[in-house]
């Protein structure tokens, strides 16, 4: 199994910055897709961004342009900086990997989950 530890959230004003880091250890998969998720209160949890074991990505419309994800395969991280925040970005972050490299937006394609970490972006 694979564990997953997500650090980086916090509060910043809309148009700011973030950088969410995802530290993986214990079994890992030699091909593999990793991604961010986020669930806002009472609404259901989206993916943001996904990318596979040979770096090919994939993102959610609504952070396409303002959103990027990258990996350090030496440090086992996965990254996701945020850029050009909004108010709607407020959301727990969620890192989830699978074995196998499709680049899925589907909730129920991962395998593993990180407890997440809580962004706030405020107007």
């Known amino acids: 199994q694979v564990q997953l530890m997500e650090s980086g959230g916090g509060s910043v004003q809309a148009g700011g910055s973030l950088r969410l880091s995802c530290v993986a250890s214990?079994?890992?998969?030699?091909?593999?897709?990793m991604a961010w998720f986020r669930q806002a209160p009472g609404k259901e949890r989206e993916a943001v961004a996904v990318i596979d074991s040979d770096g090919n990505t994939r993102y959610a419309e609504s952070v396409k342009g303002r959103f990027t994800i990258s990996q350090d395969n030496a440090k086992n991280t996965l990254y996701l900086q945020m850029n050009a925040m909004k108010p709607e970005d407020t959301a727990m972050y969620y890192c989830?990997?699978?074995?196998?490299?499709?680049?899925?937006?589907?909730?129920?394609?991962?395998?593993?989950w990180g407890q997440g970490t809580q962004v706030t972006v405020s107007s």
């Open positions: 214990g079994y890992m998969y030699s091909t593999y897709s």
């Open positions: 989830a990997t699978k074995r196998f490299r499709h680049l899925d937006l589907d909730t129920g394609a991962y395998n593993d």
